[in-house]
Structures are given as structure tokens and as C-alpha cells.
């Protein structure tokens, strides 16, 4: 295995019922473990594997386990409580030249079947055996032997058959591709939803540490999961009570009578991993721990004892949980007031931030199907959640409060399938770490956390507010109302003044307010008060009642030109004097979203429900109300797109380029930056076109590529390059439109003057014509995996920040989008007058970067600037590529942390 793939102590992993197992490669220690498997093995089972009854075949395969170090060999072992359920191994047909084909085998004790245990060790080792260089699995099955023929099928991998007599050749490509990843999403999925099951729809519950005195945390979760009439066993631990709160109470977990399903765990941190032994020795299956203080070893303690008896965690420093469920009926939190039961789905790392969200969805009347506060997430996480949620069958909106992340690609992809189906929000906190950078280009400089998260959102589908308050304001909207098809607003108003504001709240927003049509308008007049104007705003003047206001939102609503209503209202004294109250029209559903700003309200946000059914949100300010449609717009859009697609990319040539990269750290194992040539190589394995160009180390050399390189004009541009050289211009080190060899010597002399000492030579390079002058690079960020940035470029583009950025892998959405993004963007698409740029060759540029920043996970960097881009093509003028001595973990390969 090479260095990047599985550690030799293994990783911990789910089962498709949601066991925990430990996956390593196998050791020359592990032959007695591998040949108790086989001993234990049924007849039946030995001859599917060995195509043989005798037990001499068992003892050869166990036998081979003492040789695994030899070249070319490759086993992994499943292993529960030291015990091994599973075995699967590869043997490369001809290692010494370099074989690309291994022969594989797979074996799973009788009593682990049906579990997913092979399924588990294939995925592993399609992993290994891709970074080995394999590319071809083949295996041998009796053909009646439909399960694992059924595994090879399932894996999601291109499998074809070959029938010979009694038995079939199966050969597996290993390609990675959308197919194989979707395979593994919802494989993960359904092992995630089985794991949290004794979390979330536990049969019993103990609350370890409920004090007997009133102001104890313990007693606190112990009391809200009485009040909230839990709908299985209860019990706690206190050696000092034999009943706390009317619940009978045991000295230890080892005293309880029967293994719960969940322990809640309120003890201080330094007996957490204590209660957390006592709990896997007697069979918990989750914990939740509530402590804080946990320091890094005390955290890695505490996970080890989850992981060896396959307990998942909350926690620690956590709020608790809760599921309202009429089934389930828990409320194992601290907070002061129990959840509404509802069909909003929590999750948040802060307690605080949960105990607002459960307060506001509560009073919205949304309320929650479950809350779970994540605390310091050493095991449980917002991928775990989304999980849950998608196949719970209550929930139907997600509301999640992160701080950071802990595989943010895993994280994109499950969020980009759950919002298919309900509204994810977030709450953008903006405070995770992005990684450090020992030093920066243009690209790693303008890749903020900010726009990285943002990245993650927009690609995922995920709507993230600013605040609390707005995701919120954004949750009773999309809770309530439609999707609109558009942007396109029409305010209502009885008061003009506060129309003009809600006018220009919309605008803030990203919303358009269209004029309306005319046969629109003088429908709408027809149902006004005389003096009403039906521009936009509408104002349906101080004295409109509930009948003429219900008439013009509800031709409003459905008129084609119109995607949304906002109906602003005033308190006026004729209200007050006929009771014909105008928010009496906000009643009803209808097919178009519509949105209520009532000046004199005091809650932020409410929903006003009718008794008909069908609610409307009310928000006090015309700017709350306005990002919520721009919220809803935004999501409209994200669901009309269909998902994209990876576009297929002809020539690229991905052994070169990690031959190439090999090669640089291998001469230099702390990484650095390429010289231009080896970076000019490595654009060409990846089909960049460059800007001619010569490498020149003395003046001669200089004037001769000059003499070869000058265009049409005559002119070259000579640069100074010299290791860990950035901003050419600022710096001095770039000489542009020399004509003439009097002039490249001149240039190149002032050059050496400056910065002989550390200059090692000049690129010259023909000048390029103009076009739009723009940036494209990547960073590998080390929590979010590689970022592909866009944007304005040239010299200024640092001084105006003008930038886009999208995670790679890239769908041809993706890069559709991003081109569009900057604000730059309408000088590509031909403003004033000019046509348009290349935007084919700008797509197969990001397209290409993608790729090679996904190929290459030792690509810390790389930054194109300036690349030229005109209706005749994309040039690209300079690159700079960065390498780090080190490769990052399969982010989609299932494994707990």
C-alpha cells in the first residue's frame, strides 16, 4: 500500500446494519486470526470460496497472510472485538512489470453475512488498489453463487462476465466515476441512518450523573425526558439514590438490569471515559456526552472506547438530543422548554444557537422532528444528520449551525442530494479554519474562508443566511409558502411611503420589480379604491379593505409576470373604525408565494394561519421579508438546473503529470515551486495553451529566443524568474514591448542589476494582443479540499478583488456558473458592442484546471495570471504551480473518523 492509503492501525467503519468494524491491512501476525475465519466456515461456504470442501485450500490462503509484504500483494482485514469476520485480498497478475490487472478474493465469516462486510472490504480495496496503480480487478465466482456475484454488481463499478462451465470470470474496472461515487452515497447513507437508530429512536435510556440535587444537569435531561413521556425505559446512575425523580436509580452501569439502547452522560470530563467503558462493557450502543473540558487526549480516549464497542457519540460539551416523533417522544436535552413537535430537522454545534432555534421554531409553530446539539462532533456530525433526516420520513426542512467541518466534499454531496428533496439552511458562521499557507499566489491570496464556504453552499444547494434572525425569517417562508419561478416582485402597500421602502429592499436583495402590464394594471384598478396606483408598488390606499386587497394579491398571484407578492400594511384609523381589516386578504392558499410586512407587529416574524389551513409569513421590516424571497428565488433556481455533469476531457495525460510531480518531490521532499519549464509541462499534460515562450540564463540566450519569439510587432516581454518569485509587476522584474536586440539588452542588463543575486534566468515571451485579462487558479485548502478560482486578473487583481470560486470537481453547471460569477463577467459576453471571448475555451481551461487539481491532490497552488482571453481564444501569459509533499485521504471512502 503506499503511504497515502489505509494506516497500518486501520480506520473504523459502518456496516450496512450499522455495526462498527475496524478495516487494516492485513499483518504477518494475523495468520492464526485469518485461519480461524476459514475453520469456522460452513462447507458450503468454504466451496463458494475455494471451489472446494477440503480444508487444505483454507490453510494455503491462511498461510499467505504470513507473506504480505511481498510485492505486488494486498490484503485487508475486517475485525471486530479482535476477532476476524472478513478477509479480502488482491494479488497484482505481474507486479514486477508493473501489472495494472490484479486477481482479488473475498471471504466473510458465516455469521457476519448479509451485513455488508464484503461490500465494505471491496470499497477499501478499490481504494488501495487505485493508488497501487491497479486498474483492473478480476475474480473467479462459482455461477451459482449469487451473492457474491450480487457484491461485484452492487459495488456500482463496470463489471463484466465471462461463463465458463460451472464458473464466471468477473473482471471490475476500477474508475471512479459518478456512477461508483452515487453507489457509495447512499450505501454510507443507509448505514448511517441504522448507526444513529439507537441515538435517535432508542428503545431505552439511563442518564448517568442525574444529581439528586434540583440545579443538576443530570437531572435536569432526566426530568425533561419525564415530562416529555418518553415511550420507553428510563433509568439513572447514582450510587448515592436509589431513585432520582421518581426514576429508579443503580450505583454503576454495570448494575443495570438490562443494556440500554442510550446513555446520556452528565458526569464532569475527567470520568467521562470511565462511565464510557462501563457503558460498552455492558452493551450501550450511544452515548451522549454533555461535559466540557476535554483536552486533546482526553477527546482521543474517549473516541477509541466508542469505537472498540461500536458506540456512536454526541458530544462532548453538547446541549443533548430530542426526537418528537409520537413513537419516540424524547426530550434528552437541558433546555428550559421542551420542542414543539414539528417538521424541522436541528442540528447545531452551539447550545445556545440550538436552545434560539428550538425557541423561534417553536413559536413559528414549525417546531422540530429532531435536535441534535453536535458540541465538538468527535463522531457524530451534520453528514450524519442529513442522513437521518433524508429517511425519517418527518422532516421535511433541515436547519443546521456549523463552526467547522470535518470532510466538506462528503458534506457537499450529501447536502446536494437531501436539498433535492427539502430546504437545507445554514447559518454562515464564517469561522472555520481554512488551512495555513507557508506562502501565496494570486489565487491562494484572494481564496477566503469566506469564499470557500460560500463555494460549498451555492454547489450544494444549501441556502445560508448572515443570522439567526434570517434563517428564521428564510425557514417560515420556505415552510409556508411556494417557490417562486422567478425574481420578479409585485408590492401591495395602503401606505405608499412604506412601499417605496419595501421597493428598495427588494432591489438590495437581488430582486426585480417589473411595470406591470397594462391589462394587468387596469384589472387591479378596477378592484382598488378610487385613487389607488397600480404601478409597482401597488398602493391601494389608506381606506382598502379585505375583499378589494384579496382581489388584487389574488390577481397578482396569478399573472405570469408577477413570481411573488409582498403586501406592506399600515394601521390606520378606519380600520380601527369598520374592522374591514386589510391582512384579512393575506388569508388563503395560493399558487405563488406571498409575503406579509406588518409595520406594527412586534415579533420579528410570525405565520399567520388561517383557519382554512395555510399560513403567510408576517415579518416586521420589509428588508427581513425581502431576503427570504431572495432566498426562495435562489432555491428555485438551484432545483430547475438539472445536477451537471463532469465533462469528459480528451488528451490529458494523468500518468505524465504524476510522473512529473513524482519526480519534483522525490529531488525535493519539502515541495516548492516548479521552474517555468516543468510547470509548462505540466499545463501541456492537461492541454493548456500557453503563450510561446523561451527560458533564457544569460543575455545571448536572451537576444536569440528574442530574435525567434517577436510577433507581427516585433515585441517581446522578458521576465525575471528566480525561486518563490510572486507579483512580477510590483516588483519590477517584468520588461514589456522591447523591439529590437538593443532593447532586450538593455532590459535584460537592468534585470540582472536589480535582482542578479537571485535570479536564475528570464522567460521570453512574444507580447500577446489584448483581450480581457483574467486570473484562474487553485488551491488546495486543506479542510475543503481544492478551490478553483475565477475572476479579473492581470495587475489589478488584487487591488479589486474581483473573484469567484467553485470546489472542485467541477460539473459543466459549475463552471457555467462560475465564468458568470465575477463582476467582470459582461466583458466576456461582448458589453458595449465587442463580441464575445472564447467562453468554449474559458469552460475547457476551468474545466482542465479541475481535473488536474483533483488528479493531483500534491498540488498546493497554481496560478494563471494573466490569462488572455478574446473572441479567437484563451491564451494563458503566466503560471506559477506550487507542490507539497503530501496527498489527501479519499474523502468519499467510507470511514468513521
Not at 141 to 159: E, T, Y
Not at 416 to 439: H, Q
Not at 598 to 609: H, I, S, Y
Request: with cysteine.
Amino acid at each position: 500500500m503506499t503511504a497515502s492509503a489505509l494506516a497500518a492501525d486501520g480506520v473504523h467503519a459502518l456496516l450496512a446494519d450499522g455495526t462498527t468494524v475496524r478495516i487494516r491491512p492485513v499483518r504477518t501476525g494475523d495468520r492464526d486470526g485469518v485461519r480461524a475465519l476459514y475453520e469456522c466456515m460452513s462447507d458450503e461456504n468454504l466451496r463458494f470460496r475455494f471451489f472446494d470442501v477440503s480444508r487444505r485450500p483454507a490453510e494455503q490462503a491462511a498461510e499467505r497472510v504470513a507473506h504480505c509484504d511481498k510485492p505486488g500483494y494486498q490484503g485487508l482485514l475486517a475485525v471486530v472485538d479482535d476477532a476476524v469476520v472478513g478477509i479480502a485480498e488482491y494479488e497484482a497478475d505481474d507486479p514486477r512489470a508493473g501489472s495494472t490487472s490484479a486477481e482479488i478474493s473475498v471471504a466473510v465469516a458465516d455469521a457476519w453475512h448479509h451485513r455488508g462486510v464484503g461490500t465494505l472490504l471491496l470499497e477499501h480495496l478499490v481504494h488501495a488498489a487505485r493508488e497501487a496503480g491497479i486498474t483492473t480487478f478480476t475474480a473467479d465466482a462459482l455461477a451459482h453463487n449469487a451473492a457474491v456475484l450480487k457484491v461485484f454488481a452492487d459495488l456500482g463499478l463496470r463489471v463484466s462476465r465471462h461463463f465458463e462451465g460451472p464458473e464466471v470470470r468477473c473482471s471490475i474496472r476500477l474508475d471512479e466515476d459518478e456512477t461508483y461515487l452515487s453507489a457509495l452515497d447512499l450505501r454510507a447513507a443507509s448505514a448511517d441512518r441504522a448507526s444513529l437508530s439507537p441515538l435517535l429512536r432508542p428503545r431505552s435510556v439511563v442518564v448517568v450523573g442525574a444529581g439528586t440535587k434540583t440545579t443538576s444537569v443530570g437531572r435536569a435531561v432526566l426530568r425533561n425526558i419525564r415530562h416529555g413521556r418518553f415511550n420507553g425505559r428510563v433509568c439513572a446512575v447514582n450510587p448515592h439514590a436509589h431513585a432520582i425523580a421518581r426514576t429508579p436509580a443503580y450505583p454503576s452501569v454495570s448494575d443495570l438490569p438490562h443494556p440500554p439502547d442510550l446513555a446520556v452522560i452528565a458526569v464532569p470530563a475527567g470520568a467521562v471515559a470511565d462511565v464510557a467503558e462501563q457503558c460498552g462493557r455492558r452493551g450501550v450502543r450511544a452515548l451522549v456526552v454533555l461535559a466540557s473540558g476535554f483536552d486533546a487526549e482526553g477527546a482521543s480516549a474517549l473516541l477509541k472506547v466508542c469505537r472498540r464497542y461500536g458506540m456512536r457519540l454526541v458530544g462532548p460539551n453538547c446541549l443533548g438530543l430530542a426526537n418528537t416523533e409520537e413513537a419516540v417522544a424524547l426530550d434528552a436535552t437541558f433546555a428550559a422548554h421542551p420542542p414543539l413537535p414539528g417538521s424541522a430537522g436541528v442540528g447545531v454545534q452551539s447550545g445556545g444557537v440550538g436552545m434560539a432555534l428550538l425557541d423561534g421554531l417553536s413559536r413559528l409553530g414549525i417546531g422540530v422532528s429532531s435536535f441534535v446539539s453536535l458540541g465538538d462532533k468527535l463522531d457524530v456530525s451534520s453528514n450524519d444528520l442529513l442522513c437521518w433526516w433524508e429517511g425519517d420520513r418527518h422532516t421535511e426542512l433541515a436547519l443546521l449551525h456549523l463552526e467547522s467541518f470535518g470532510n466538506p466534499r462528503a458534506f457537499s454531496r450529501t447536502a446536494r442530494r437531501v436539498a433535492r428533496r427539502m430546504p437545507v439552511l445554514t447559518v454562515d458562521a464564517g469561522r472555520s479554519a481554512a488551512g495555513r499557507r507557508a506562502a501565496a499566489a494570486h489565487t491562494a491570496a484572494a481564496a477566503t474562508p469566506t469564499m470557500t464556504r460560500g463555494a460549498l453552499f451555492s454547489q450544494a444547494g444549501i441556502t445560508a443566511t448572515r443570522t439567526i434572525a434570517e434563517l428564521l425569517d428564510t425557514a417560515a417562508l420556505l415552510h409556508s409558502q411556494p417557490l417562486p419561478t422567478g425574481g420578479s416582485v409585485a408590492v401591495v402597500t395602503n401606505a405608499a411611503g412604506a412601499g417605496v421602502l419595501a421597493a428598495d429592499a427588494c432591489v438590495e436583495a437581488g430582486l426585480t420589480l417589473p411595470e406591470l402590464p397594462a391589462n394587468l394594471a387596469a384589472g387591479l384598478l378596477a378592484d382598488l379604491p378610487e385613487g389607488a396606483c397600480a404601478g409597482n408598488p401597488v398602493d391601494a390606499t389608506a381606506v382598502v379593505g379585505a375583499s378589494a386587497l384579496r382581489s388584487c394579491v389574488d390577481r397578482l398571484t396569478t399573472h405570469g409576470r408577477v413570481d411573488a407578492v409582498m403586501v406592506v400594511l399600515v394601521p390606520t384609523a378606519l380600520v380601527r373604525a369598520t374592522g374591514d381589516d386589510p391582512r384579512l386578504a393575506l388569508n388563503g392558499r395560493r399558487s405563488r408565494p406571498v409575503a406579509a410586512v406588518l409595520l406594527d407587529q412586534a415579533e420579528t416574524v410570525r405565520l399567520l394561519r388561517a383557519e382554512g389551513g395555510g399560513a403567510v409569513p408576517a415579518y416586521a421590516d420589509a428588508t427581513s421579508a425581502a431576503r427570504a424571497l431572495a432566498h426562495a428565488v435562489t432555491r428555485a433556481a438551484w432545483l430547475a438546473e438539472p445536477p451537471g455533469t463532469i465533462p469528459e476531457l480528451p488528451g490529458i495525460d494523468c500518468e505524465g503529470a504524476t510522473s512529473l510531480v513524482d519526480a519534483y518531490l522525490a529531488q525535493r521532499p519539502e515541495g516548492g515551486w516548479l521552474h517555468p519549464r516543468q510547470c509548462a509541462e505540466l499545463l501541456s499534460y492537461y492541454c493548456i495553451r500557453q503563450s510561446p515562450w523561451s527560458w533564457a540564463e544569460s543575455e545571448e540566450e536572451a537576444v536569440r529566443a528574442a530574435a525567434l519569439l517577436a510577433g507581427r510587432d516585433g515585441l517581446v516581454a522578458l521576465k525575471a524568474h528566480w525561486p518563490g518569485l510572486m507579483h512580477k509587476s510590483d516588483q519590477g522584474a517584468i520588461a514589456l514591448d522591447l523591439a529590437g536586440e538593443v532593447a532586450v539588452r538593455r532590459a535584460h542588463a537592468s534585470l540582472v542589476a536589480r535582482f542578479g543575486d537571485v535570479m536564475t534566468g528570464v522567460v521570453v515571451q512574444p507580447m500577446a494582443p489584448r483581450g480581457v485579462e483574467l486570473v484562474a487558479g487553485i488551491v488546495q485548502d486543506a479542510v475543503f479540499g481544492p478551490l478553483v478560482l475565477f475572476g479579473l486578473g492581470g495587475t489589478v487583481t488584487d487591488v479589486l478583488a474581483d473573484h469567484a470560486a467553485r470546489l472542485a470537481p467541477l460539473t459543466d453547471r459549475d463552471v457555467h456558473a462560475l465564468i458568470r460569477m465575477p463582476r467582470c463577467a459582461p466583458l466576456l459576453f461582448g458589453q458595449r458592442g465587442g463580441g464575445p471571448v472564447d467562453l468554449e475555451g474559458l469552460e475547457q481551461l476551468l474545466s482542465r484546471l479541475s481535473r488536474m487539481a483533483c488528479d493531483l491532490p500534491e498540488l498546493a497552488e497554481a496560478d494563471l495570471n494573466p490569462v488572455v482571453a478574446r473572441p479567437d481564444g484563451v491564451l494563458t501569459l503566466d503560471a506559477r504551480v506550487r507542490l507539497l509533499p503530501r496527498r489527501a485521504q479519499d474523502p468519499y471512502l467510507r470511514r468513521l473518523r
